[in-house]
T-cell receptor
Framework: AQSVTQPDIHITVSEGASLELRCNYS??????LFWYVQSPGQGLQLLLK??????LVQGIKGFEAEFKRSQSSFNLRKPSVHWSDAAEYFC???????FGAGTRLTVKP | GAVVSQHPSWVICKSGTSVKIECRSL??????MFWYRQFPKQSLMLMAT?????????EQGVEKDKFLINHASLTLSTLTVTSAHPEDSSFYIC??????????FGQGTRLTVV
């Protein structure tokens, strides 16, 4: 079955530390992949997307993600987390616009 | 460009009444629109996919008679929650796809049924 998996429900990192949020997909072909961020009570903001080409994509707010076909993964990374990055992060696929379960990021001072 | 407007942003209604939520693509034509429901601290659950001029395709477990979706034009889709009850209280989000790259999201509608 087609699915998007975010294995980490909640991650806590210290401000200034690096971050990696995991996303795995299970689709027949390489889907279009997205990462979104959502602050409490707010809508979604697109961080970055992958369609084809360079497997390392740069997004807004200093985020990047790497597509790895062999691992069916599209993990989100940031080298140095800021307190304002605390939010819910969702991975999604374009084929049918389904979302992963989300990862809640807490940033410790 | 690529703005999706969702209205209203929040609504309170009495149990048993119906509520209509609009999703408009302001500067592009949307071949497909998606409707999601999001409970607190949970992910977006796809409710249905609609294409202009045709019936919506509902996800398993979503009551089509309860959540009426109309995609009458390439820029407007509506979700009507019929005979709303407190358990229908949720955050509803739409997105519009113009058929090329990403889908664009509305800001969501907070529905509270009292």
């Amino acid at each position: 079955a087609q699915s998007v998996t975010q294995p980490d429900i909640h991650i806590t990192v210290s401000e200034g530390a690096s971050l990696e949020l995991r996303c795995n997909y299970s689709y027949g072909a390489t889907p279009y992949l997205f990462w979104y961020v959502q602050s409490p009570g707010q809508g979604l903001q697109l961080l970055l997307k992958y369609f084809s080409g360079d497997t390392l994509v740069q997004g807004i707010k200093g985020f990047e993600a790497e597509f790895k076909r062999s691992q069916s993964s599209f993990n989100l990374r940031k080298p140095s987390v800021h307190w304002s990055d605390a939010a819910e992060y969702f991975c999604a696929v374009k084929n049918d616009m389904r979302f992963g379960a989300g990862t809640r990021l807490t940033v410790k001072p | 460009g690529a703005v999706v407007s969702q209205h209203p942003s929040w609504v309170i209604c009495k149990s048993g009444t119906s509520v209509k939520i609009e999703c408009r693509s302001l500067d592009f034509q949307a071949t497909t629109m998606f409707w999601y429901r999001q409970f607190p601290k949970q992910s977006l659950m796809l409710m249905a996919t609609s294409n202009e001029g045709s019936k919506a395709t509902y996800e398993q477990g979503v009551e089509k008679d309860k959540f009426l979706i109309n995609h009458a034009s390439l820029t407007l889709s509506t979700l009507t929650v019929t005979s709303a009850h407190p358990e229908d209280s949720s955050f509803y989000i739409c997105s519009a796809d113009r058929g090329d790259t990403e889908a664009f999201f509305g800001q969501g509608t907070r529905l509270t049924v009292v």
